[in-house]
């Protein structure tokens, strides 16, 4: 469950995800929060590991913070806010693996706001929204304008969005719904302003996130292709089955669907939340598993994928 106890740990491979070591905590569920989770790791620009997370608060409101390591990850500073004044305001959504460094040195990340959700049975449709730093993750700022589902009927709003930045600098945001489909909207001045959304029929969807990242020379959207329709045969609960991996050739212009792999294909399970770390000549991808328990978060598993495989 979201709201559930939980610590952040680490697993460490020395063998380019071959092997890995036992599991130690991170970071501890400190004793004024709910909980601790949706990790981001990011190289900052002063060489130190930044280990971004959500902190949910006893209300069940979020707030996002980080914390950094100068010596590897071997030990971590102190928490810094990353929400400035919107800290403790409302139920904020940042997904894991999803803070990024753009071409100018800025980093920047994209929320689901569900505003009004404190001491509500039910959050309100999510509004999207963008804060960012300008100094390496020591202050941050919200941008100007927060985007609203333009239908007030629907109950998702835009959820978890993500951030791609093509070469030519313009920035990507693709947004999970409930309209079948991914959203996406562009900005091209570093994130201050966006779009429209609007539809990216390419990338049907169940309510559930996807994430674009650059592997090798490729680059790879891991998402959930179809939601449930009638014909369809029973499956793992919130339709998020099969997993696919889809490859663009040309830096995430295009992607076609004769460029597109399983990742998994049994639809007695389900998959979501991915993150890819890119290594030399592979990348490693890790994804919750439903595990043949029929709940979506049951597990996580970690597969390693040559990028020679994705030619």
């Not at 999510?126 to 589902?149: A, H, I, M, V």
Request: aromatic fraction near 14%.
């Amino acid at each position: 469950d979201d709201h559930a106890d939980a610590r952040i740990s680490a697993v460490i491979s020395r063998d380019d995800g071959e092997t890995w070591g036992e599991k130690h905590v991170i970071l501890e569920k400190p004793a004024n929060s709910k909980n601790v989770m949706s990790l981001s790791f990011l190289r900052m620009g002063n060489g130190d590991i930044g280990a971004f997370y959500i902190f949910k608060n006893p209300d069940g409101t979020d707030n996002i913070w980080m914390i950094r390591s100068s010596d590897e990850a071997k030990t971590w500073g102190e928490p810094i806010n990353c929400m400035g004044q919107y800290q403790d305001s409302d139920y904020y959504v940042l997904n894991n693996d999803r803070v990024l460094r753009l071409q100018s040195g800025r980093i920047l990340y994209s929320m689901g706001l569900h505003a009004g959700y404190r001491g509500q049975a039910c959050f309100a449709p999510g509004q999207l929204c963008f804060f960012y730093s300008d100094d390496d993750g020591f202050t941050w700022q919200k941008t100007p304008e927060n985007y609203r589902f333009p239908f007030p009927a629907d109950h998702v709003g835009f959820q978890e969005p993500g951030l791609y930045q093509y070469e030519d600098g313009k920035i990507w945001c693709y947004i999970r719904s409930g309209m079948g489909c991914q959203l996406q909207c562009f900005s091209e001045d570093d994130g201050m302003t966006w779009s429209a959304p609007g539809p990216n029929y390419f990338f049907s969807s169940p309510t559930s996130p996807m994430l674009v990242k650059d592997a090798g020379p490729y680059t790879v959207a891991v998402f959930n292709p179809i939601p449930a329709y009638n014909s369809r045969p029973s499956s793992e609960p919130w339709g998020r089955t099969p997993y696919v991996c889809a490859v663009s050739d040309d830096r995430g212009k295009t992607f076609k669907r004769d460029r597109m792999f399983y990742i998994e294909d049994d639809l007695t399970n389900g998959y979501c939340y991915p993150a890819i770390l890119d290594g030399d000549g592979y990348f490693l991808l890790a994804y919750y598993h439903s595990n043949g328990t029929g709940i979506c978060l049951n597990s996580c598993k970690i597969v390693k994928i040559l990028h020679r495989e994705l030619a």
